[in-house]
């Protein structure tokens, strides 16, 4: 860490340096400007220049120092000014005026008697037209130079941005300033606010609202839309998308800024995806709740580079945890994740452990290591078909694995465990789900007899998870279909990932041992539905340039999900969050169960093929039919 910082200061000194000589001169000229307006004003004579009277060496050298030591208090010398806007303009006007009245003062106690007030601040004025050059000049000649040569008949791809605000403006300057200007250009803007229509973002007018968009695309020949409003609510996000979307044009978008501390670049505006069209209600947090056990504390996530685990990553980041450790099997995508994080947060004490869950000497090794107060278990494997094909390997990572990291929390006084469930755990059919409620009830026994806090949250389908359907159905649409359907009446609920993420965190800030939160998703929504919108989204027409291919249910797999058992379901009470319930402990033979949980795990790390006999033993509602299969 430290050598990286190291490396970053040596490649940022030489422009560092270079400001600093740039204000010096200016610095010295204004002074310089202010003497002769102030002999000039005395003697009535512009050509009287008396070094000798008012500009002297000595104290000018003093106030430089001044101007140079607010500037970089005022972080003038690290700011990316090829992208700055509104707050570092601001930042120079306050900085300026602030080493002024110091020079002041120190005139007034020191050089009264050789110079005036007057003088200095004079040369307070010239010094803010200066800097204001030095930082904005060559951006605003660079910026009207390729206004003059980018017009809609140039060879660059003219693109329409959607938002005249201020990430309008700030995707306008980091196109600009960036390698996307030598093959694109911003030709206009749209924004629903009537007040901006007619009006410029550095040269690019506004000329319409949302409901234009059809018709400017055609219009200037659009090829890309970047919608730049972060805080649009999901309901119009969802409508502007549609709109964008059909006009068959690339369009991305700036992604919610969920208390970013540094601007958005580039890499932070991604692609739109069919989770952008699919109207949910926003998830309002209570962030106090949810700071009081995240803030400041070491939170450990193991499966952190899955696509839940690596949402809750970046959930966490916003809290300001001490430290963030990210435990998983797989390299690849915990090293992105973690790129990932200390670019948007530089700050954040963020560090990879490779390792599974199946290996408890491992386990023990690295909550060792980071003592963390908070375990987020969302290591597990999923498929459902794959764990029907291999039911020992589902116990090894689902129950084994979960049993490893509780039992190494508890040993190291971790304070609270997190355990991800979903709703197939519920009268289990497949034997994903089964083991999934294994787990629940492991983890409820844990809490009866652990001081500490063991909870479970159940929630299920996960938008653009890794395994679900939408991943699948987008494969299927770009290499040309058919999209597949196990049942034209087969339904799923569904959520998105940062929902998902985000009210996992509530739930366990509430922090009863021993319950199971149980999440809102809301309605449940049709497969067959899901692929034709799917279908539009990518511009085809369902059944028509994409067909739709009905395949048979597959082994294990229900028509409809649950997401309570019938003796939770007398059991459930809301909390104190509308979307999230809670059921408490269920009734069991502990020692029997554990017994039988430690005999089960035996068999699967035996690879015995009467696996699926002792889950049915354990979880006597697993209704599993092997006999059934997926019918062509």
Known sequence: MGERVKNFAVKKAPKIMLLMLVDFVSIFAAFMFGAWAQTAADFDNPYHFPFDETFQIWPVMLFIVVFLMVFALFKLYGSLWSVSGLSEAINIVIA?????????????AFFADIQSEFYIGLSGLALAVLVFASRFGYRIIRRMWRRMTNTRYSDKKPIMVVGAGFFGGYVLSQIESGEESKTSYVAVFVDDDLQKQGMSIGGVKVRGTADDIPQLVEKYRIKEIIIAIPALSEKRKAEIVSICVSTKCK??????MQGLDEKPTMQDIRETNIGDILFR????????????????KVVLITGGGGSIGSEIARQVALFYPSKLILFDIYENTTYELYCELKRRHPWLNVVIRIGSVRDKDRVDAVIEEFSPQLVVHTAAHKHVPLMEDSPQEAVKNNVWGTLNVLKSAEEHGVDRFVQLSTDKAVNPSNVMGATKRITELIVQDFARCSRMRCMTVRFGNVLGSHGSVIPLFERQIKSGGPVTVTHPDITRYFMTIPEAAQLVLQAGSMGETGAIYVLDMGKPVKIYDLAEKMIRFYGYEPNVTMKIEITGLRPGEKMYEELLMDE???????????RIFKTHPAQINNQLFMTQVAELIAAARANEPNVIDRIKLLVPNFSHKEEEKATA
């Open 251 to 256: 369009v991305r978008l700036l992604p919610r």
């Open 96 to 108: 300026v005026a602030l080493g002024t009245t110091i020079c002041i003062i120190i005139n007034f």
């Open 568 to 578: 939770e379901t007398e059991d459930m009470e809301q909390t104190a969050h509308g």
């Open 281 to 296: 209600e926003e998830v309002e947090l209570d962030k106090e709740q949810i700071e009081a056990y995240v803030t400041h």
